[in-house]
């Protein structure tokens, strides 16, 4: 399987037909997000995420206002000589939502594009 995201950044890597990648991540204030990614083709993914700050702890829970989601399609396959190219749309912001100012403590990656090659050792 090819890495699809690089400590909190996007790859260029894919999953394949029907693959599927879940997970947790945990930050500050109690927070917890929880994500899942689906191979739709080999060259498109897709993925929703939801979570909330002070899930863990005895403060009030604060759900996050909507799931976020995210696409990412492979538009150039790697090769020998060059890294594979995908672009993608990510709308799930990290760590605590504040309202207002309506945003997240670290803003979505947004539209992106990723270039990245695999190598073996």
């Keep these: 399987m090819e890495p699809t995201m690089l400590i909190d950044k996007p790859t260029a890597g894919m999953l394949k037909r029907a693959g599927f990648l ?14 899942i990614s689906v191979g739709v083709w080999d060259r498109f993914m897709f993925g929703i995420s939801y979570g909330g700050t002070n899930i863990l702890g005895q403060e009030r829970t604060r759900m996050n206002p909507l799931p976020g989601v995210n696409i ?8 020998e000589a060059l890294p594979a ?3 993608g749309f990510d709308s799930q912001g990290r760590d605590a939502y504040y309202d207002p100012p309506d945003r997240y403590s670290i803003k979505s990656p947004g539209l992106f594009a990723a270039a990245s090659k695999n190598y073996s050792f």
Excluded: N
Aim: hydrophobic fraction near 40%; aromatic fraction near 8%; charged fraction near 15%.
């Design 22 to 35: 879940g997970g947790l991540t945990m930050y500050q204030s109690g927070g917890v997000l929880s994500y």
């Design 72 to 79: 990412k399609i492979r538009i150039i396959d790697e090769s």
């Design 85 to 87: 190219i995908a672009i």
